[in-house]
Nanobody
Framework: QVQLVESGGGLVQAGGSLRLSCAAS????????MGWHRQAPGKQRELVAAITRGGSTNYADSVKGRFTISRDNAKNTVYLQMNSLKPEDTGVYYCNLETYGSFYWGQGTQVTVSS
């Protein structure tokens, strides 16, 4: 079993910053991609950012230049630094990872950006 635990969500004013963390534990031998998705009320879950084991990154157009994804392979941890937050960034942020073709998800952390 693989467990993912997110932290760092909360309430912030527009223009502010938050840093999300996600630590993976359990039967992990090699993690390929790690990433963050989000789901706003009434909307589908969408990719926010992803990072490969080698450090290649991919971002949703809506967050490019504002969010930065990083990972610590030794700690099986992925981070999401979110700057210049906007009310439309509000949602539940989910961490996920892929290992040997299997995908795992965290329980999510709420991010609320007030205008």
């Amino acid at each position: 079993q693989v467990q993912l635990v997110e932290s760092g969500g909360g309430l912030v004013q527009a223009g502010g910053s938050l840093r999300l963390s996600c630590a993976a534990s359990g039967r992990i031998f090699s993690i390929n991609a790690m990433g963050w998705h989000r789901q706003a009320p009434g909307k589908q879950r969408e990719l926010v950012a992803a990072i490969t084991r080698g450090g290649s990154t991919n971002y949703a157009d809506s967050v490019k230049g504002r969010f930065t994804i990083s990972r610590d392979n030794a700690k099986n941890t992925v981070y999401l630094q979110m700057n210049s937050l906007k009310p439309e960034d509000t949602g539940v942020y989910y961490c996920n990872l892929e290992t040997y073709g299997s995908f795992y998800w965290g329980q999510g952390t709420q991010v609320t950006v007030s205008s």
